[in-house]
């Protein structure tokens, strides 16, 4: 094949057609990052109106809207593509590849779930937010109970649910068939390990929220009667199909957490990961009972005591693969050199917080318990605990942690530092008062309460709490921008890390790697800096790098869907048919040209760096 | 381009690192579409003799017709593999053949669904009579879509050897394409048996 030119492009079109996964990665988590934000903002919005008992700020509609966009938001728009993001920027580089096995597929994910999720946001301004709840149950979400919202709740989520499922085949295979020589999979550092078990848990979840979907729109939209009880509709149907996505999802969210944290404790306490082959089954584990525990969401609705006993214990069951994987955290510190950087602070706070998470979890698992927390704030405590206290410190611990291999620079660790208390204290005075306002009788999806019923004490330290955890997010922010004007150049290996991602230069140049490394054993660079090496060693020789070509196709295709999205809801047919005509032929395109690449050479001096 | 078919290997689907991730690719493409699926019969299954005063399965299927639909797409699973033991040859004027037979049975079989709706609609069974009808339409209308995409992603697929031969690139695309084919097939079987066969004796 022959040596095509390298394509130069710059600026916003090469951001619009990059396939390369490591900006794809930084593209996750700006998009990612900016819902994380609205998303923050229609919480605080929500504890500013629970400040004080009867306030009349965000009264009846307009929260039922803040509440069902936070959830939405923070789930799908905010909390997974960071983890996309770090997966896209990290994975590749752990295993040794140069690439993804799919980069084109890789861009069409992100815009996918981009334009998905700017569909859904622009509810706002067109006519009105979902305002169902995340779960979005019938027959609230039915066309008696709810507006345009839901359309846009549907179709958003539509369109950002196949970006994310198309993102996790690509990374079963790429994990699966593009590992350096060595790489076992017993040999498979823990962040990737986790994202695997994820990226399986995507493959089986998703299609089952495409369906629900899919019945949600033909009913509002086509006049189905799958919710129709009149018609013979059975509203229950909406509630397996949305937690047979809905359970694995959260561990969809906390897997990749819990990865983060083995490679971070591992780094920051100079152990490799205690127990690490029982950190590999117990993240197996809990990706398969992930898969059986849905019902659990459903003790109330009158399944009968068998099937909640089953489910309860299937629940029940899942604290022991998780309780090993906290004890091996524990033991991977003992002994260790610890270092206390913004990234372990993070992963340390972590731990306490993710097991009373944990242990409220078991509580629920209980049905004749559940009876009494259900809908309370005592749920929103514990699944908070778990979302935020798991997976959100995680996040800030990852992004701590790799930022130098992402952006070059390492971020200030003061900043970070300052940080993390206001977030970590912030956190724990917002949703630890919650369990008792939960237990008091207070419940879930209000947007007010009484005087003189015990009950504003508590609410008036949470939305203090969110306030203090808005500082620290605009620290980290902060932070961000003071790293990228002044921020201190990166070496390759800031941290006397352990894994292959930081054998390369920081950032990665475009190839990742000059040559692909030789695995010698499980956290590979650690190995050969025990031999008294300062690199790796190569498994091939240096030679021309074959590169996928930048494409405009994914924004393209992405746009389409969008478009007919606007169709679908105003029922405006030849608008659907531009959109959808748009998507079929952009892959048409792609199916006849095949796309030849381009070659680069290695940098020479870099090799010898 | 290696147009030369001497030098094509004999599993020419595999012999590149993109084809293996393609074919792997495929393979987890289609577990997510048994989900899929499954979530959808799942929801037939628990609304399937919900008729609502509706028209009812015994009364509207007609298994003389689906039985000729259930042959026409059978056997289009049969020359699909006819095709890929023709690209293991490196014969493309086999695979031209036996993939065009199965592009027309599909079309035959499309033929016959579209009859059947319109035949039900005017039988008062539409989307919004019953869960019944919503649930059917559904279930046997995304097969449908499926058997649409399948027939027109493999006369694209005709159409680029043509141009451009067997090569590496083009082989792994035939093998997926009978792969989602067979799998199209497989979905049918499902809905021959727990559709038409329950609705009608069951």
């Known amino acids: 094949m022959a040596t095509h030119a390298h394509p130069k492009r710059t600026g916003l079109w090469d951001w619009l057609t990059t396939v390369d996964h490591k900006k794809i990665g930084i593209l996750y988590l700006i998009a990612g990052g900016f819902f994380f934000l609205i998303g923050g903002l229609e919480a605080l919005l929500m504890r500013i109106q629970l400040m004080y008992p009867n306030q009349e700020i965000f009264v009846g509609g307009s929260f039922n809207q803040l509440l069902t966009m936070h959830g939405t938001t923070m789930i799908f728009l905010a909390a997974m593509p960071i983890i996309f993001a770090l997966m896209n920027a990290i994975v590749p580089l752990q295993i040794g590849a140069r690439d993804v096995a799919f980069p084109f597929l890789n861009s069409l994910g992100f815009w996918l779930f981009f334009l998905g999720g700017l569909l859904l946001n622009l509810s706002w301004f067109l006519g009105g937010a979902p305002d169902a709840g995340w779960t979005a149950y019938l027959p609230l979400s039915g066309k008696n109970y709810s507006g345009m919202g839901v359309d846009f709740y549907v179709l958003g989520l539509q369109i950002a649910g196949i970006g994310t499922w198309i993102g996790g085949i690509n990374f079963l295979v790429t994990i699966i068939n593009m590992r350096a020589p060595g790489l076992t999979f017993m040999r498979l550092p823990m962040f990737t390990w986790s994202v695997f078990v994820t990226s399986a848990l995507i493959l089986f979840a998703f299609p089952a929220i495409t369906v629900s979907l899919v019945l949600l729109m033909f009913d509002r939209l086509f006049g189905g009667a799958f919710f129709e009880p009149a018609l013979g509709g059975n509203i229950v149907i909406w509630q397996h199909l949305f937690w047979v996505f809905g359970h694995p999802e959260v561990y969809i969210l906390i897997l990749p957490a819990f990865g983060v944290i083995s490679e971070v404790i591992a780094t920051f306490s100079k152990k490799r990961i205690f127990g690490y082959s029982a950190m590999v089954f117990a993240t197996v584990l809990i990706g398969f009972l992930g898969f059986m525990v849905w019902v659990h969401h459903m003790f109330t609705v009158g399944l009968g005591p068998v099937a909640n006993s089953l489910f309860s214990i299937a629940t029940m069951l899942i604290a022991v693969p998780t309780g090993i994987k906290i004890f091996n955290w524990l033991f991977t510190m003992w002994g260790g050199q610890i270092r206390f950087t913004a990234a372990n602070l993070w992963a340390v706070g972590f731990l306490p917080t993710f097991v009373i998470g944990g242990m409220t979890g078991v509580m629920l698992s209980v049905p004749p318990a559940d009876y009494q927390f259900h809908d309370s704030y005592f749920v929103v405590a514990h699944f908070h605990y778990t979302i935020v206290g798991g997976m959100v410190f995680a996040l800030f611990a990852g992004l701590h942690y790799w930022w130098p291999k992402m952006f070059g620079k390492i971020l200030n660790e003061t900043l970070g530092k300052i940080g993390f208390w206001f977030f970590f204290i912030g956190f724990h005075l917002t949703f630890f008062p919650q369990h008792f306002l939960g237990l008091m009788g207070m419940p879930r999806r209000v947007f007010t309460f009484l005087p003189n019923q015990g009950l504003e004490l508590g609410n008036f330290i949470s939305t203090i709490g969110a306030f203090s955890m808005t500082i620290g997010t605009l620290v980290f922010l902060y932070n961000v921008i003071v790293t990228a004007t002044r921020g201190e150049k990166a070496s390759n290996d800031p941290w006397d890390a352990r894994t292959l991602e930081w054998t390369i230069s920081s950032p990665a140049p475009e190839y990742n790697f000059a040559q692909t490394p030789l695995v010698r054993g499980l956290d590979a660079f650690w190995v050969e800096k025990m031999a008294g090496k300062k690199k790796m060693t190569p498994a091939e020789p240096l030679g021309e790098i074959h590169m996928p070509s930048p494409s405009i196709l994914p924004f393209i295709m992405s746009l389409g869907l969008f478009i007919a999205g606007f169709g679908f809801m105003h029922h405006a047919y030849l608008i659907v048919i531009i959109g959808l005509g748009t998507t079929v032929v952009c892959m048409f395109l792609r199916s006849i040209y095949d796309d030849p690449g381009y070659h680069v050479h290695p940098d020479e001096e870099e090799v010898k760096a | ?202």
Request: proline residues 2%; neutral net charge; without cysteine.
């Open chain 2, 1 to 202: 381009m290696a147009q030369n078919f001497t030098s094509l290997p004999a599993h020419p689907e595999t012999a590149t690192l993109e084809g293996k991730n393609k074919v792997l690719a495929f393979w987890l493409f289609l577990g997510g579409e048994v989900v899929l699926f499954g979530s959808l019969f799942a929801t037939f299954i628990a609304l399937r003799t919900s008729y609502a005063g509706g028209p009812t399965g015994q009364e509207l299927f007609d298994l003389g017709l689906v039985a000729i639909a259930t042959l026409l797409l059978l056997t289009s699973s049969l020359t699909s593999v006819f095709g890929v033991q023709a690209m293991h040859r490196h014969d493309v004027a086999g695979m031209q053949r036996w993939f065009g037979i199965t592009v027309l049975l599909g079309v035959a079989f499309l033929g016959l669904e579209i009859y059947e709706f319109m035949h039900y609609y005017h039988m008062g069974h539409t989307m919004s009579s019953s869960a019944f009808g919503s649930a059917f339409y559904t279930l046997v209308g995304f097969h449908g879509a499926h058997v649409l995409g399948g027939v027109t992603w493999i006369a694209l697929l005709q159409m680029q050897l043509a141009k451009k031969g067997l090569t590496v690139v083009t082989a792994p695309k035939f093998y997926l394409a009978s792969l989602y084919w067979h799998f199209v097939d497989l979905v049918w079987v499902f809905i021959f048996t727990v559709v038409y066969l329950m609705g009608k004796v069951g």
